[in-house]
């Protein structure tokens, strides 16, 4: 398969901004991709060389590509550098510089699928002396045999920069329709939700059909999408809408771990970043205690003092340095408290209902002062979960999770619903509970503020259109030190212009492709003409946050796609009485 067909589709993608119409062009590609080629196709077209949870990164600098292209192009690097600073981007600058597949020359050979793989994986793993040089020099050689539309993908891809909007929700809807039907999405999504591999549900789509996709269970090491929780403002209305009976158990501040232990054990975050190196004691202490061969749990990481007590959130978090961990380990000891089982030796649990997951994790560990299980109580009324919630705010949790006991309460890895229900002490007044939102752009401040960022503009996750929905411009909260950190934290996001999965009226000074996400509080939701969320639903016009201030906490814990949703926002507004 030659990578130009890849690049033409990619190309076409870039050029649409209508999700349907993007899914219509992949499902078209996928249908007569090479079979051996589609996993990797999959993956470039997330920028990637692998499953989302890798650790390995690409990671070129621009000025050591604009050296690849001044090479391929033969052109020289003062006039590359300074169509760079024109364009903004590497891969413009390539697609104009770069004709007809760069330097012909004897050398050259057809630019394959395989090859740019191959190509871009030794790019990945040059380390050590003179790891920038051949970097540089592995770029060159596909280069010189790339065309126009090839090199910008190529210049993309290893600078972190693949932006042609196809999310993963469209890439599985596609998938879904090229090989199966519409319908067929739900499979292909959690197939996708409890491997976190698109190119694996590719192709397994592709070889057994949308069977063996539902055919697809857990393992250990492939890391499984959170699953999340709903909320309600007062414990009544949580047990009312449980159906009288419910279990809670405390909702502990720290770091949500996914542990998966087997002859090795590692730790991923909700984000799926491989945390086994900032928590080795945990990791060491499950394996064990835990008395299955083969084991996935879920639990909190908390810190804890001499006596055990637990510390607020911002403890636990000195766990997350990259450097000087034997100290940290020493000096902020950690338990991790369990609250599911998803997986024991060979049974994919997520398939069962809550009890049988929680019968499972109480008889998997021998005893520990490390590791341990939440604590949890079955309620009846809504007095018997008061009483409950005053145990977990006196034991220094945040609240308590409510969770359903029903036969339906299985684990539904990726999904926001009512069988899991959080609840604050701080929920029963309007809007005080927080919102975790991507940051979409930015505007120059004034006064103070001048020559920095001022301002931002915010969005909720669509989940269903796949698109991020601006929901406020958030100018508040930010202390002098965030503001000037602020453009070194989005580097490597910005964009040129709107990214085709950001739905905005607005216009920034600068735009952001969604990656970073900032935990933020409010007054109220209101109808706004400006803003986008829920907009769909409401028939004209969206929801704006009113008086939102940034609370200081960077959620580096969840991805763009994990942030608060514009359902959830719609419904929060319709719970006080919004459109009534």
């Known amino acids: 398969m030659l990578f130009s067909e890849l690049a033409n589709t990619f190309d076409r993608l870039e050029r649409t901004g209508g999700r349907l119409e993007m899914t219509a062009i992949l499902a078209d590609f996928f249908r007569g991709a090479d079979p051996s080629g589609l996993r990797d196709s999959v993956y470039l077209s997330q920028g990637r060389l692998h499953p989302e949870y890798f650790p390995q990164e690409l990671g070129m600098a621009d000025k050591l590509v604009l050296r690849s292209i001044s090479m391929a192009a033969a052109k020289p690097y003062d006039e590359v550098e300074r169509e760079w600073v024109r364009a903004g981007d590497p891969g413009t600058v390539a697609e104009s510089l770069i004709k007809g597949g760069g330097q012909t020359t004897l050398f050259s050979e057809p630019l394959t699928l395989g090859r740019v793989m191959s190509g871009l994986g030794e790019i990945e793993m040059a380390e050590g002396k003179d790891s920038q040089d051949r970097k540089m020099k592995k770029l060159f050689l596909l280069l010189r045999d790339a065309g126009p539309a090839e090199s910008k993908y190529l210049c993309r891809i290893v600078t972190g920069r693949m932006r042609v909007g196809a999310g993963a929700m469209t890439v599985l809807e596609a998938l879904a329709e090229a090989f199966s039907s519409k319908e067929a999405r739900a499979d292909v999504e959690r197939a996708y939700n409890i491997t976190c591999d698109m190119g694996l549900v590719a192709e397994t789509i592709a070889s057994g059909g ?3 996709v539902r055919a697809m269970r857990v393992s250990v090491g492939s890391p499984i999408k959170v699953m999340l929780a709903e909320r309600l403002p007062s414990v009544g209305q949580i047990v009312e809408r ?3 009976r419910c279990a809670m158990e405390y909702k502990y501040d720290g770091i949500r771990v996914q542990a998966h232990i087997g002859r090795e054990v590692k730790l991923y975050s909700r984000r799926l970043e491989d945390l ?8 060491e202490e499950l394996r064990r205690a835990c008395l299955a061969k083969e084991a996935i ?6 810190a804890v003092d001499g006596s055990g007590a637990m510390l607020p959130f911002q403890t636990v978090t000195h766990r997350r340095k990259k450097h000087g961990m034997d100290k940290a380990v020493e000096d902020y000891p950690v338990r991790m408290f369990m609250f599911d089982m998803l997986y024991r ?4 649990l997520t398939v069962r209902p809550l009890p049988e997951r929680r019968a499972a994790l109480e008889g998997a560990f021998g005893p520990s002062d490390k590791v341990g299980l939440t604590s949890m109580e079955i309620v009846e009324d809504a ?11 006196a034991a220094r949790c945040e609240g308590v999770m409510a969770k359903s006991l029903k036969p339906e309460s299985v684990y539904r890895a990726g999904s926001r619903g009512f069988l899991w229900i959080k609840y604050k002490k701080d929920y029963e007044e309007a809007l005080s ?8 752009g930015a505007f120059y401040g004034m006064g103070k503020r001048a020559g920095k960022y001022g301002a931002l503009l915010m969005a909720a996750y669509d989940h269903e259109a796949g698109r991020y929905c601006t929901v406020c411009k958030l100018g508040t909260g930010f202390d002098d030190s965030f503001l000037d950190g602020l453009p070194s934290m989005m ?3 910005a964009s040129r212009e709107k990214p085709h999965d950001v739905d905005a009226q607005m216009e920034p000074d600068a735009w952001f492709v969604p990656a970073v996400v900032l935990e933020v509080t409010a007054a109220e939701i209101s109808l706004s003409p400006i803003h986008t969320a829920a907009s769909s639903s409401l028939g004209g016009g969206g929801l704006g946050l009113r008086f939102p201030r940034f609370t200081g906490r960077v959620r580096d814990d969840k991805g763009p796609e994990q942030c608060t949703t514009a359902a959830e926002i719609l419904e929060m507004y319709e719970e006080r009485g919004g459109g009534a």
Do not use: K, Q, W, Y
Not at 297 to 302: A, D, F, L, P, S
Not at 345 to 348: P, S
Not at 385 to 391: D, H, L, V
Not at 433 to 440: H, K, Q, R
């Open 210 to 212: 949308i069977e063996a």
């Open 433 to 440: 509970d927080t919102f975790d939102l991507a940051v979409v």
């Open 383 to 393: 007095a018997a979960g008061e009483r409950f919630f005053s145990t977990a705010l």
């Open 491 to 493: 580097e490597g996001h």
């Open 345 to 348: 030796d060979g049974e994919d």
């Open 242 to 244: 449980m159906g009288g």
């Open 276 to 283: 086994t190196p900032n928590f080795p004691d945990v990791a």
């Open 297 to 302: 749990v879920e639990g909190e990481c908390v």
